[in-house]
């Protein structure tokens, strides 16, 4: 693994720690881009990548990512991620996990964990056995806010596409409106049920075909190849994968005038956001559309260190503020020229002292 100082998406990070626990076999990064607003927030990715430098891509990548998403969405965090590094089997045992809470725990607090990609509300469970610092852990009551931070960024997101849907297309409902639906996981899944709920038409696909067809079969849909879903037409395309999937290739590919979608990093690298907006496609900054999740367990978190109740209502109001905050980015991006991932930059930047 290169020197991450020298990465491409090196951004003066606070902190980069590598984790290496023999016993265990756990190796894993974790790092802190900004705690400006306070401590670095974000889940923890568990996943078999290809070459170490992929993650720490991701990692550098997903905590600059978590400073602007918690400064855009009005959080006293900062900007945090961990990344595992999974054998090809996915091998996880409960020895990596309390090694990886205790990392977290050596830490002092610079960084607060959560679910990700590959990490459950189980496994989370058991990394609060070894640190304090930890959220989106079981509630009790429907009221209660945390718990697996899933629905809420799906929430999130389902008001995100339809704020995208009333300022590109004029329209003040989603039913009859075309979502093609990359991912049907936990955030995809969820997203999917609220749009067929609203009566949205719907195209679905997954890595794990079974998946989407099944669930197009529930709601009313159809399902397409994992290799097909970019190129279909429609009125809204939202990724809810793995990034970096909005790159030349990508972008040539849509039929869609909106793209707003939970996935983290989905432009590749800077000035794609530029190319959707040369093409016409009004695109949903990623990090303001898929906060649902952080908000959930942040509130948690805040919650817990305080010793005070943390009532649902009060995340279900911070949600309701995603569309706003969207509108206010694509009115300056009308206004300016200026392409909306731009424009969200500067505005969490400026937010984060940077």
């Known amino acids: 693994m290169t020197a991450f100082w020298t990465e491409a998406d090196y951004d003066d990070h606070e902190l980069v720690q590598l984790v290496h626990d023999r016993k265990s076999g756990l190796s894993a990064i974790i790092a802190v881009h900004s705690s400006h607003l306070g401590p670095g927030a974000g889940g923890t990715r568990f996943w078999h990548y290809a070459e170490p430098k992929d993650a720490m891509r991701d990692a550098l990548r997903l905590s600059r990512g978590m400073s602007y998403k918690n400064a855009m969405a009005g959080l006293p965090m900062g900007g945090g991620k961990a990344v595992i590094l999974a054998d090809k089997d996915r091998t996880k045992t409960p020895e990596m996990l309390a090694a990886f809470g205790d990392a977290v725990e050596r830490l002092g607090g610079q960084y607060v964990t959560a679910e990700d990609v590959g990490i459950s509300e189980a496994d989370m469970v058991a990394v609060s056995e070894r640190t304090g610092f930890v959220s989106g852990l079981p509630v009790e009551g429907k009221d209660a806010a945390g718990g697996d931070p899933g629905p809420f960024t799906a929430m999130g997101i389902f008001h995100g596409i339809k704020a995208a849907v009333r300022h ?3 329209k003040d409902s989603v039913k009859g409106v075309h979502v093609a639906i990359q991912g049907t996981g936990s955030v995809g899944g969820g997203v999917a049920r609220l749009l067929a709920k609203d009566g949205a038409k719907l195209t679905l696909s997954d890595i794990h075909e079974d998946r989407a067809a099944a669930l197009a079969d529930e709601l009313g849909g159809k399902s397409v190849a994992p290799d097909a879903v970019m190129s279909v037409a429609c009125d809204v395309f939202s990724p809810n994968a793995l990034g970096a999937i909005l790159d030349d290739e990508g972008i040539g590919r849509l039929d869609a005038p909106i793209v707003a979608g939970g996935a983290n990093n989905q432009l590749a690298r800077a000035g794609h956001g530029e190319k959707l907006a040369a093409r016409g496609i009004l695109y949903a900054p990623d990090y303001v559309i898929n906060a649902g999740g952080i908000i959930s367990v942040a509130m948690e978190y805040l919650c817990k260190r305080h ?48």
């Open 168 to 170: 590109k297309l004029g």
């Open 307 to 354: 010793g005070e109740p943390c009532d649902i209502n009060e995340v279900r109001k911070r949600l309701a503020q995603i569309p706003g905050r969207l509108d206010e980015i694509w009115q300056e991006s009308d206004r300016s020229g200026v392409s909306p991932d731009v424009v969200a930059d500067r505005m969490a930047q400026k937010l984060i002292g940077r």
